[in-house]
């Protein structure tokens, strides 16, 4: 099992729609979870991390459910700008500290007009 | 600018050759990350720093691979009789040791091996 799986993607969905991504984990000692986005060429940039009791940001909101080893995130309205590669990060557990940013493959999103 | 930095951005060698890229993380960041990319692919983790403390190094790393962070500020990423195989976008990142703390990459050195 992977340590970090995705949805395969690419998600096509049009302007306006809500889209869910998911993922799960297989270390049930990772401390830290995070979506980051990946725009065609560029480096990685944190979107949000992501907490026990879930967090919102906008039209952003993800959830955790660390008995099932699950992350989710939710866009709202989305947008033409949010048309990205969509990351999933859990962090290693190095001697009860965060350790390493394990990265999930990634989820494609393109939002059409 | 007060980002990651990556030098080069581009190198093209060789097989065979080795090559040697440099990394400066934001200076008050304690903790340094190198990945590797490849098409289609999420970053891949190589090896982390914390302050000159070479932490963990993937066990899918070959031998031929190698990082320093000498002083705790800057790092080098060492690949040795480069392949083929080896042409990705190498990315490094930093952080500090807050939990849940965000890691900031640079732009990565796109390396191709003809």
């Known amino acids: 099992r992977k340590e970090v799986e995705q949805d395969p993607g690419p998600f096509n969905v049009p302007e306006g729609a809500t889209v869910a991504f998911n993922c799960t984990y297989s270390?049930?000692?990772?401390?830290?979870f995070f979506w980051y986005r990946q725009d065609c060429r560029k480096e990685p940039k944190l979107l949000m991390s992501?907490?026990?009791s879930g967090n919102e940001d906008g039209r952003f909101t993800a959830q955790l459910n660390r008995a099932s080893q699950y992350i989710s995130l939710l866009i709202r309205d989305s947008k033409l700008s949010d048309s990205a590669t969509y990351l999933c990060?859990?962090?290693?557990?190095?001697?009860?500290?965060?350790?390493?940013?394990?990265f999930g493959k990634g989820t494609k999103l393109s939002v059409k007009p | 600018d007060t980002g990651v930095s990556q030098d080069p951005r581009h190198k093209i060698t060789k097989r065979g050759q080795n090559v040697t890229f440099r990394c400066d993380p934001i200076?008050?960041?304690?903790?340094l990350y190198w990945y590797r990319q490849t098409l289609g692919q999420g970053p891949e983790f190589l090896t982390y720093?914390?302050?000159?403390?070479?932490?963990?190094k993937s066990r899918l790393l070959s031998d031929r691979f190698s990082a320093e962070r000498p002083k705790g500020s800057f790092s080098t990423l060492e690949i040795q009789r480069t392949e083929q195989g080896d042409s990705a976008m190498y990315l490094c990142?930093?952080?500090?040791?807050?939990?849940?703390?965000?890691?900031?990459f640079g732009q990565g050195t796109r390396l191709t091996v003809v």
């Open positions: 990142a930093s952080s500090s040791m807050t939990v849940n703390t965000e890691a900031f």
């Open positions: 270390n049930s000692a990772s401390q830290s």
């Open positions: 992501v907490y026990s």
């Open positions: 990060v859990v962090t290693g557990n190095y001697g009860g500290s965060q350790g390493n940013l394990i």
């Open positions: 200076s008050e960041h304690n903790r």
């Open positions: 720093f914390q302050n000159e403390a070479q932490l963990e």
